[in-house]
T-cell receptor, first 112, second 113 residues
Framework: QKEVEQNSGPLSVPEGAIASLNCTYS??????FFWYRQYSGKSPELIMS????GDKEDGRFTAQLNKASQYVSLLIRDSQPSDSATYLC????????????FGAGTTVTVRA | ETGVTQSPTHLIKTRGQQVTLRCSSQ?????VSWYQQALGQGPQFIFQ???????GRGNFPPRFSGLQFPNYSSELNVNALELDDSALYLC????????????FGPGTRLLVL
């Protein structure tokens, strides 16, 4: 079983719609959860972090965490063409703060 | 753009050769992590360096080794290159224990023929 799994893409949404991205993780001891955005040919950039159960909002992005279900999600509201990218879910290694385990990513395309 | 730089940007090697990739961390960051990202996959953790010592290692063989220098810059060395080593190699710098402060460099794309 992979440590971090994301819903398979690609995901195509019309401009202005909500894009919903899902991620599950296998290690119940993980405490830190991150969403990265990676444009084609570029390196990942951190867009959201979440540590507690519930929702965390930052502009058009909302991260949701449910530790009991080992599930974390990202909602992108009012999607823009500039949101077209691959979104990577990352989870810390509970054995130490040093390691992030990444999912394979979900590619989002926002149609104008 | 982050303050993390990597060199070279692209590299072509043949199987069996050795390669050294370099990373300069963002000012003030004392920890460097290296990741391998194969095409269509997420980054895979190789190892981390803190205060010039290896601070953790992923599931990579010993032919992947590294160094960190007093100025916190770092090198990744790969010996006996294999075709599957073809990937984007990412360096990320951060403050110790601060995953949220982790910033990735632009990466080095390695092709092994």
């Amino acid at each position: 079983q992979k440590e971090v799994e994301q819903n398979s893409g690609p995901l195509s949404v019309p401009e202005g719609a909500i894009a919903s991205l899902n991620c599950t993780y296998s290690d119940r001891g993980s405490q830190s959860f991150f969403w990265y955005r990676q444009y084609s040919g570029k390196s990942p950039e951190l867009i959201m972090s979440i540590y507690s159960n519930g929702d965390k909002e930052d502009g058009r992005f909302t991260a949701q965490l449910n530790k009991a279900s080992q599930y974390v999600s990202l909602l992108i509201r009012d999607s823009q063409p500039s949101d077209s990218a691959t979104y990577l879910c990352a989870v810390n290694d509970p054995g130490g703060d040093y390691k992030l385990s990444f999912g394979a990513g979900t590619t989002v395309t926002v149609r104008a | 753009e982050t303050g993390v730089t990597q060199s070279p940007t692209h590299l072509i090697k043949t199987r069996g050769q050795q390669v050294t990739l370099r990373c300069s961390s963002q000012s003030g960051h004392n920890t460097v992590s290296w990741y391998q990202q194969a095409l269509g996959q997420g980054p895979q953790f190789i190892f981390q360096y803190y205060r010039e010592e290896e601070n953790g290692r992923g599931n990579f063989p010993p032919r992947f080794s590294g160094l960190q220098f007093p100025n916190y810059s770092s090198e990744l060395n790969v010996n006996a290159l294999e075709l599957d080593d073809s990937a984007l190699y990412l360096c990320a710098s951060s403050l110790a224990g601060g995953l949220e402060t982790q910033y990735f460099g632009p990466g080095t794309r390695l092709l092994v023929l």
